[in-house]
């Protein structure tokens, strides 16, 4: 399989690389900027997963993973966020972001997921880890994830979650909605406002109750069956 990182830090970038080569059979480049790994896309016939460091000079992973996802069909992603992970507010447990420090077991392990990954199969994200993430790096703009049929958006103001939509529903309980779906595919776009504010609630505390929202269904439904 073949691996590119890319990170403005160029000893963080070789230790990733180094890690690689040494922890697993994969092929690995790295970049040192969003534009060095767009050339380096179009010299290559193939690549399966991009590790990206979220934010950093000249470097936007998000929009670097939509570019890179339009060469090579198929290719996963995982972020490297410069928050800290002390910060986070909820555990994914097959996560696809990696705060600081970087846990390099963990990381390992989503690389192996990876390479196991069929051909061609989309790129899914958990909705609380691309949720968290782009809370947790203080984004403005709207998230819209879609899962099979289904769709929906999440406008952020700042990091703060201030309004979300589905066919369906809007607010809240659109929130609720999204965050049943599990994992999903996701778009990002920075330049989207929100039409209304609807949300009003600390985006960890929306989160959090949603999660338990969808715990409690669950555990109804089984209960149900039973």
């Known amino acids: 399989m073949q691996v590119l990182i890319a990170h403005r830090d160029a000893e963080i970038g070789e230790q990733l690389v180094q890690m690689v080569i040494d922890y697993t059979s994969h092929e690995c480049d790295m970049a040192g900027s969003a534009p060095a790994a767009i050339d380096w896309g179009r010299r290559h016939a193939r690549c399966s997963l991009l590790i990206t460091q979220l934010d950093g000079d000249g470097l936007d992973g998000l929009a670097l993973g939509g570019s890179l996802s ?42 192996a997921r990876a390479e196991a990954a069929r051909e061609g199969a989309p790129d899914l994200f958990h909705f609380a880890d691309v949720l968290q993430m782009c ?25 703060t979650v201030v309004h979300a939509e589905t066919t369906g529903a809007r607010g809240r309980e659109a929130f609720f909605e999204m965050t049943k779906w599990g994992y999903v595919e996701f778009a990002y776009d920075r330049s989207v406002r929100p039409p209304v504010e609807t949300i009003t609630q600390g985006w960890d505390e929306v989160l959090i109750e949603s999660v338990e929202r969808r715990k409690e269904d669950t555990e109804r439904e089984e209960r149900q069956r039973a």
């Open 70 to 111: 339009e060469i090579f069909s198929g290719l996963q992603t995982l972020f490297l966020p410069a928050y800290p992970a002390a910060e986070q507010r909820v555990e994914i447990a097959e996560t696809k972001v990696f705060p600081e420090p970087i846990d390099g077991e963990a990381l390992l392990a989503a690389i």
């Open 135 to 159: 809370c947790l790096s203080r984004r403005s703009g709207a998230l819209q994830m879609v899962k099979e049929q289904k769709s929906g958006i999440v406008f952020l103001r700042n990091g």
